[in-house]
């Protein structure tokens, strides 16, 4: 069994190494957070034990690990693999669920934990009831299940259920973050009717994070389509166990890919998948328009920088999550930048475009920010400085970006990687080659 750990580490500042010369080096990415967090609510609803190889560890993963164990999932790691025995929904819950700062936690755990008899409590980190939660708990209610969030429709708040879910057709508001899809999109073969699922209003950001959790279901023998735009139906049925190798994290290859377009170097990174529902995988496309060239060596990826990085106006719509790599990269550019098709990252781990801008103009840049966006116009004056992290992992990785040609750069609270990725401070090291 393993034992929750869901303590954040202690406050660490971190001065943001800078360099002269080009890097070039390889780098091993850990297990891909959405892989790793969807396929353990799958194997947790699952028919039979699966096994996932070489799954992420990091706070987010632990996180879910934890909320599973909670419910009744039984979880081992051995050698770096994990072994999940899926939880039996016959028992009566009454427990309380650390959700941390994990939107996947959050979202996905809920619908999950109304297919057991009882109450679960979801609660998080101050930062995470800033979160938008409303349409996990409209959809709740919907089902049928009893929600008491005092009308606030964010953390904390307590569901009450008969452990049976009837599901059918609802339709839901998932212009926030396609989180809201995918959570239901997961629980729903064990719904008497499946789900009918039809989002209402504004475009859903970051579509391919769906794309997976469709593939992901369809993996493990579920009956799942979308017969028209913003239209998910899945059939009632088994979820079967399975062993899963996780993909590397290709959003967490950013930074490290950006550092060789910043310093006119060679990054390998390795194992990169030809085929992936990843969204980081829009880095080659995007980091080429910026001024990089791209290849595959057998089946890691290659990219070397030059000895300019072009300005972009691009619409990150399709994965957000990309957009403060991006958006560090456009401060150094030799152009303007304009990033749009992000307003939803204004409900992330923080209110990244207004994290993002302050920052930015703090040390001297010029950024502004728009309604779906941020525009961004170089300037020689950037200088050194604290760089605040907001609780947020990638706010931290962009300052290192940065941090590589503007020298002061102190990260205030670097160990706010700890969610997504442990080890970056030394695999950064390790790739500049400083101490």
């Known amino acids: 069994m393993i034992e929750k750990n869901n303590s954040q580490p202690a406050e660490k500042s971190w001065l943001a190494p800078t360099i002269s010369h080009a890097v070039s080096g390889t780098v091993s990415l850990p297990g891909s957070k959405s892989l790793t967090n969807r396929e353990l609510v799958l194997s947790a609803l699952a028919d039979s034990p699966s096994m996932l190889v070489a799954p992420l560890e990091s706070r987010d993963s632990s996180l879910m690990i934890g909320s599973l164990v909670s419910l009744g999932t039984q979880i081992t790691r051995k050698e770096g693999n994990i072994t999940i025995l899926p939880a039996t929904t016959d028992m009566e819950l009454n427990v309380q669920i650390d959700c941390g700062l994990a939107g996947t936690v959050m979202r996905f755990v809920p619908p999950m934990a109304a297919l057991f008899k009882g109450s679960v409590t979801f609660d998080g980190d101050k930062e995470a009831r800033l979160r938008p939660m409303s349409t996990t708990i409209d959809s709740l209610r919907k089902l049928g299940v009893i929600v008491e969030d005092e009308g606030r429709g964010t953390l904390p708040f307590a569901i009450t259920s008969n452990g049976v879910i009837a599901g059918g057709e609802i339709e839901i508001d998932a212009s926030a973050s396609s989180q809201f899809v995918s959570g239901l999109l997961l629980a729903a073969p064990r719904f008497t ?77 390795k194992n990169w998948p030809i085929e992936t529902t990843q969204v980081g995988k829009h880095f080659v496309a995007i980091l080429q328009q910026m001024g990089s060239t791209v290849s595959f060596d057998g089946r890691d990826l290659v990219i070397v920088g030059s000895d300019q990085i072009k300005g972009i106006d691009i619409d990150l719509s399709i994965g957000g999550e990309l957009a403060p790599v991006i958006i560090a990269l456009a401060v150094l550019a030799d152009s303007p930048s304009r990033i749009t098709g992000i307003a939803h990252l204004r409900g992330h781990e923080t209110n990244r475009l207004l994290a993002l801008t302050t920052e930015i103009n703090k040390l001297g840049g010029n950024a502004k920010e728009l309604e779906d966006g941020i525009e961004i116009t170089p300037t020689e004056k950037m200088h050194g400085g604290i760089w605040d992290t907001y609780s947020d992992h990638r706010m931290a990785t962009a300052a290192a970006i940065i941090g590589l040609r503007v020298s002061g750069i102190t990260v205030s609270d670097v160990s706010v990687v700890s969610k997504t990725m442990p080890d970056f401070v030394s695999m950064w090291s390790s790739l500049i080659g400083a101490n």
């Not at 009632?236 to 899963?244: A, L, Q, S």
């Not at 190798?245 to 390998?268: Q, W």
């Open 193 to 269: 009717k499946g789900l009918k699922l039809r989002h209402v209003g504004q475009s859903v950001p970051s579509l391919p994070h769906i794309e997976m959790t469709v593939s992901c279901l369809k993996a493990r023998g579920v009956e799942v389509y979308q017969p028209e735009a913003n239209l998910w139906v899945v059939e009632p049925g088994p979820i079967h166990g399975k062993e899963v190798v996780i993909e590397p994290d290709l959003s967490n290859a950013g930074p490290f890919l950006a550092a060789s377009l910043v310093t006119g170097g060679r990054v390998r990174i």
